[in-house]
């Protein structure tokens, strides 16, 4: 009997079938080696990780309860962890939170994951930033939402859009998705007076807030601003993360959300793997009560000032005043708006060329917008090596743009 010819294409799932590897990535495949620099990758400076701190908890939660720590756990999470979370939005925020509000999940992206399960079938409208979060878009992506953008400015979310974006897609629009603090990929703020607007806003729809913030413990300058959950309270989704503040190979985030949304949650977490590291969650938690987690923070918080002031201060030197970008008050990144005949994934490849990378701003736009954009984060390199390779990329930007490349930008002559 012949065999039947395998066509592995017709098993795909509808919603993979227009799912394409990232332009960006490929073209960062083989960037690396001796030399290189990298500004694309929104990660963390290992050289902040309480190496030693996790080593001791590690050894601790082991020797006193092992059995415990290597079982299957509740799939909420930790219970003193979620108290510890809790214990912290009061200490910074005033806000009460009860645990049973508190879900611990495989890093915040999980928690994107949860609400497109939970929230999203094909063709529903997610009201997102652009440009926006690409983690955000690619987890969501997978549900076949119809993204509804709008124009994100120095201080949030444009109004009039957010309203008129409402209005057109009353009924259809799930959620409105926000990253309110040292967004990714801008760095800008949201000030109070945006976010009690939007609050206001979502109390007169239908509709649920996300606000995705991993970023708001890093604020070079006092707190970040009140999460929304000040604002309303009732209809809000709060993710969070323990990556930036201590590390992400223990992928441990969390999601706060009101009672009835948080029991859907709670079974599609079920769905997927019970319940987060529970061995990871022990040492976390005991890394945290033992150690002075404020004074940790804090460490970061210098660090990454300083690398932002060094990257403002070579952008400064090295583009024309005619090519702005944004100066974050916290956070990873900054966002570099080229002219308009400018094309960023160009420039990256000539840029890898030259031995450093940026990411291009077209995969945080739901649109095929984003050409012209760049994000640049300072979180991986030191201050000489920041002003290396911003010498390297402006050189490469200003060739692009057909722009004369002389010392009045700061580009030294032996890169010539």
Same mark, same amino acid.
């Not at 309480?50 to 909420?76: G, H, K, N, W």
């Given at each position: 009997?012949?065999?039947? @010819?395998?066509?592995?294409? +017709? ?14 990535? *490929? ?10 620099? @990298? ?59 009860? %645990? ?34 690409? &983690? ?19 201080? &949030? ?9 409402? !209005?057109?897609?009353?009924? =259809?629009?799930?959620? %409105? ?13 949201? +000030? ?14 239908? /509709? ?13 300058? &006092? ?37 009835? %949304?948080?029991? =859907? ?6 769905? /997927? ?8 969650? !022990? ?25 932002? !002031? ?29 002219? *308009? ?14 031995? /450093? ?28 090596? %920041?002003?290396? &390779?911003? @010498? ?25």
């Amino acid at each position: 009997m012949m065999a039947m @010819s395998f066509d592995v294409e +017709s098993l795909f799932a509808e919603r993979m079938r227009n799912v394409r590897p990232s332009l960006t990535r *490929e073209l960062l495949k083989n960037a690396g080696g001796p030399g290189f620099i @990298s500004f694309a990758g929104g990660l963390p400076n290992p050289k902040f990780f309480p190496t030693e701190a996790l080593i001791t908890a590690t050894e601790a939660v082991l020797r006193e309860d092992a059995a415990s720590v290597l079982q299957y756990a509740v799939t909420e999470g930790y219970p003193p962890l979620r108290e510890w979370i809790a214990a912290r939005y009061k200490q910074r925020f005033g806000l009460d939170i009860p %645990i049973e509000q508190i879900l611990i999940t495989s890093g915040s992206q999980q928690g994107l994951d949860l609400l497109g399960k939970v929230l999203l079938d094909p063709g529903d409208v997610v009201i997102n930033e652009r440009p926006g979060y690409q &983690g955000a878009i690619h987890a969501l992506s997978m549900y076949q939402p119809r993204f509804a953008s709008v124009t994100l400015g120095d201080d &949030g979310l444009n109004l009039d859009e957010l309203g008129h974006t409402l !209005r057109a897609h009353a009924g =259809r629009a799930k959620f %409105i998705i926000i990253t309110p603090n040292y967004q990714n990929p801008t760095g800008i703020t949201y +000030s109070e007076a945006r976010r009690r607007a939007i609050a206001d806003m979502v109390r007169r729809h239908n /509709v649920l807030l996300v606000e995705d913030d991993p970023y708001s413990e890093l604020g070079f300058e &006092g707190e970040s601003g009140l999460p929304m959950r000040a604002y309303v309270e009732d209809r809000v989704v709060l993710l969070g993360s323990f990556s930036k503040i201590v590390a992400p190979g223990m992928r441990l985030g969390w999601l706060v959300a009101p009672p009835e %949304i948080m029991q =859907r949650v709670v079974i599609a977490k079920q769905g /997927v793997d019970f319940h987060a590291n529970n061995f990871a969650q !022990r040492v976390l938690h005991r890394y945290l009560i033992a150690n002075p987690i404020s004074e940790h923070i804090a460490r970061i918080r210098a660090g990454y000032a300083s690398q932002a !002031r060094a990257m403002i201060a070579a952008l400064e030197c090295c583009l024309p005043p005619d090519i702005p970008f944004t100066r974050p008050q916290g956070g990873m990144f900054i966002w570099v708006t080229l002219p *308009e005949s400018a094309d960023a994934m160009v420039i990256l490849k000539e840029a890898v060329a030259q031995k /450093v990378s940026f990411l291009p701003g077209m995969p945080f736009f739901t649109d095929g917008g984003g050409r012209r954009y760049m994000r640049l984060s300072y979180s991986q390199a030191d201050e000489a090596t %920041i002003e290396e &390779g911003i @010498s390297r990329l402006a050189r490469v930007i200003l060739q692009h743009l057909d722009a004369p490349a002389t010392e009045q930008f700061g580009i030294r002559s032996a890169m010539a």
